[in-house]
């Protein structure tokens, strides 16, 4: 029958009026044409207990279902607009419909309509004329079967939602017919791309890692057998080439009268992510994170694998400690990066000089030696192990390989530098037998090939042991040589080509040892480096400088400017300026009194911070030189940026000058280009008057060396200051013109 706008408010009145019930209530909404079918039903299932609401033909049961799903849906197969089957099918596609149960009334004997009302989604049917006494039942049967379907797909959702997000996965393998069912989370961790469906344990497990493939099988025998659950760790090959880490726990769920297993129930959990964090953990306490080389730790454990293996078949074993030599001076010139960049490709030039022979065990237990033979102990140290060696000419070769490849020139940030390397190689069982020993040992051949002039290498001979305490002793002694004021300046006048007058020094450090005497700066210089005592030596040699310019002019001294010489990483240190000053200021002398020497390479690393503080210096008055002109590094644009007073032409190119026409050329166009930038130009190394000569003739302004006066004490300068003044009150102030010389 058809429902008029009149007729649905009267529909939906009574839903209203009960709407409070209904929260406590069960809500039936009772569909059909005849209202006084309607009318019996509703007293009937109001007595029962249940909230009722009415619609007269389907398309106001949607409408109601629209406003609010009710729990169980009572729909009457024929009815006008729009039929039971109809309306079953369309309440199907509303939000919540899906789930709501809905039983059809159809006749007794209509069998067709009943087939075609679960074929339209219907839940159940009752057969008319209806059993009022049986209907309540009926339905509270129905909302609670339904009720526990709902709740049983709820829970399906939150298992598969929590496989899901824990990456796990259930499968049951029934041993009887031979077929695996499992849990879509299960199927996807297994590699299967289709929807889940029952498989052969073959095709199920088909993606199990062939190297874990047999090991699989005999835990999946073994508990047929015996009725034994397992837990199994393996791996899958994926379609895509990827490989996925998981791990199985398997159950026996049904046994045998005789024990044996008939089904067998697993969870399966994707541990790759677990797997992939322990792998970057090892990789983090095993290996060095800058070359990807084995760390300390993983060699140490190596090599207690490789001794127990060398002493167990009569072997001997070498291990070569490798130093970078010029690695400081280019860490420091160019800066962190430039550093790290080198360290990388020297381990992998040191990893592809060696030969895969050279760390390759013969007999059974070769593979559990380690694949890597070379590790970064720390800094610019590197440490490689032989195994099975037979001839001291093998190691030797070895080390002479690892030598040369380090001599070649290596590209850093676009400029090529050469770092070099030393090698110290001690031997099982000759050098020692435990870890320590053969560490200490090798280490020690590696100071001893430094010490014999860096670029080779050495065999551990236990006459090096008194040599590296020695060398220990030094460096303990250096680090306190600065505070009980063990170091001393001695000065190397610098004179003018033209008059030989003296017009300026050099302050070139000493170390009075208390025990050896004066020592060169050649012998502990390098200790210096290693020590990190470059910048408070520097500073104290600035002190040093002004205090004895004070001193002198107190004397009656006409003081010359003093040049200190300081490493390249002092003129980017920011507080630099503000030291100098401070020197300056509390001894009371000019900044003209105070030169400083850098090498080019400042202009390497950072220029734009050491042209602001070489600018602070200039504005100050203090003087800057660049030393040894023309070996390093020269780029003309910072060159003219930095307030620069003067190049010192290295004595590589003055000291055969008179022989090397390449040399004369390069002296000559270092004058030539300096007093383009009218720059002042200073010879060193300067020993023969035929040197001087040639100097004479290309214009250059000062030299320094022998031919006047090697660097000398206190005394000895200011004897040769006094020599000065005597000249310059009998010739005047342009002086002599042959150079002055020390007695």
């Not at 199920?204 to 062939?210: K, Q, S, T």
């Not at 080389?293 to 060699?299: A, W």
């Not at 380090?406 to 435990?434: H, K, N, R």
Request: proline fraction near 4%.
């Amino acid at each position: 029958m058809n429902t008029s706008p009149t007729s649905l408010q009267a529909l939906h009145a009574p839903q209203a009026a009960t709407s409070a019930q209904a929260s406590v209530r069960p809500h039936v909404l009772v569909v059909d044409d005849d209202a006084g079918g309607r009318r019996l039903t509703r007293a009937t299932l109001n007595r029962a207990g249940f909230a009722v609401s009415e619609a007269g033909d389907g398309r106001a049961a949607l409408e109601a279902m629209r406003a609010g799903i009710p729990d169980l849906v009572l729909l009457d197969v024929s009815m006008p607009v729009m039929d039971g089957f109809t309306a079953c099918a369309e309440l199907r596609r509303l939000p919540g419909g899906e789930r709501v149960p809905v039983v059809m009334m159809t006749g007794l004997d209509d069998t067709a309509s009943i087939e075609r009302a679960f074929e339209a989604g219907a839940t159940d049917f009752i057969t008319k004329p209806i059993n009022w006494a049986v209907l309540p039942h009926r339905v509270r049967y129905m909302m609670r079967a339904s009720a526990a379907i709902d709740e049983l797909q709820q829970n399906q959702k939150r298992l598969s939602n929590a496989q899901r997000i824990g990456e796990m996965g259930d499968w049951e393998w029934d041993l009887r017919d031979n077929r695996v069912s499992s849990s879509e989370q299960a199927w996807r961790i297994f590699g299967h791309a289709e929807l889940p469906r029952a498989a052969r344990p073959e095709d199920f497990f088909a993606a199990v890692h062939a190297e874990d493939a047999q090991r699989l099988r005999h835990a999946f025998a073994g508990a047929t057998a015996r009725g034994e659950g397992f837990a199994f760790d393996h791996r899958m090959q994926l379609a895509d080439g990827g490989v996925r880490h998981v791990h199985q726990q398997v159950e026996v769920a049904e046994r045998g009268a005789e024990g044996q297993a008939l089904r067998l129930a697993g969870v399966v959990h994707d541990i790759t992510r677990r797997k992939d964090a322990e792998e970057q953990i090892r990789r983090l306490a095993y290996y060095d994170p800058l070359t990807g080389l084995p760390n300390r730790l993983l060699f140490v454990e190596q090599l207690e694998r490789a001794l127990a293996q060398a002493a167990r078949h009569a072997r001997r074993l070498s291990i070569m400690f490798v130093d970078l030599d010029n690695f400081k001076r280019v860490n420091d010139t160019l800066g962190h990066r430039a550093g790290d960049e080198l360290l990388r490709k020297a381990s992998a030039r040191l990893a592809g000089a060696l030969r895969a022979h050279d760390a390759l065990a013969r007999g059974a237990e070769a593979s559990v030696l380690p694949e890597q033979n070379i590790a970064r102990l720390g800094g610019d140290e590197f440490i490689v192990m032989l195994t099975d060696v037979h001839a001291v000419e093998h190691v030797a070769g070895v080390a002479q390989r690892l030598v040369q490849t380090l001599a070649e020139p290596i590209t850093v940030q676009g400029t090529e530098v050469f770092v070099g390397g030393s090698v110290g190689v001690a031997t099982y069982p000759e050098d020692g037998t435990d870890i320590d020993t053969l560490l200490m040992n090798a280490d020690t051949a590696m100071y001893r090939a430094k010490a014999l002039g860096r670029g080779g290498f050495q065999l551990y001979d236990r006459s090096m042991n008194a040599l590296a305490l020695d060398r220990l002793h030094m460096e303990t002694r250096l680090r306190r040589a600065l505070e009980r004021d063990e170091f001393v300046l001695h000065y190397q006048p610098r004179v003018d080509v033209v008059s030989g007058r003296i017009v300026g020094a050099e302050a070139l450090i000493r170390w009075q040892h208390p025990e050896r005497g004066l020592l060169p700066p050649a012998e502990f210089i390098p200790l210096v480096e290693d020590a990190g005592l470059v910048i408070p030596i520097g500073e104290w040699a600035i002190q040093t400088v002004c205090r004895q310019s004070a001193a002198w002019a107190a004397a009656g001294l006409n003081p010359v400017p003093i040049a200190v010489n300081l490493a390249s990483t002092h003129l980017r240190e920011r507080g630099l300026p503000a030291r100098v000053a401070q020197a300056l200021a509390a001894h009371g002398v000019p900044a003209s009194c105070l030169e400083i020497e850098v090498t080019e390479s400042i202009l390497l690393a950072d220029p734009e911070l050491s042209i602001s503080i070489a600018q602070e210096l200039a504005a100050m008055g203090v003087m800057l030189s660049i030393d040894d002109f023309g070996t390093g590094y020269s780029s003309m644009s910072y060159l003219k940026k930095l307030p620069i007073a003067a190049l010192k032409i290295d004595r590589s190119f003055v000291r055969d000058l008179e022989t090397d026409p390449d040399d004369a050329a390069i002296v000559s166009a270092i004058v030539a280009l300096a007093h383009s930038l009218k720059l002042k130009v200073v010879a060193e190394g300067v020993e023969t008057p035929a040197q001087l000569s040639f100097l004479q003739s290309v214009r250059c302004d000062q030299y320094q060396g022998f031919l006047t006066s090697r660097a000398v004490s206190v005394p000895e300068f200011e004897r040769l200051l006094h020599r000065r003044a005597q000249i310059e009150s009998l010739f005047g102030a342009h002086g002599a013109r042959q150079p002055l010389s020390v007695a």
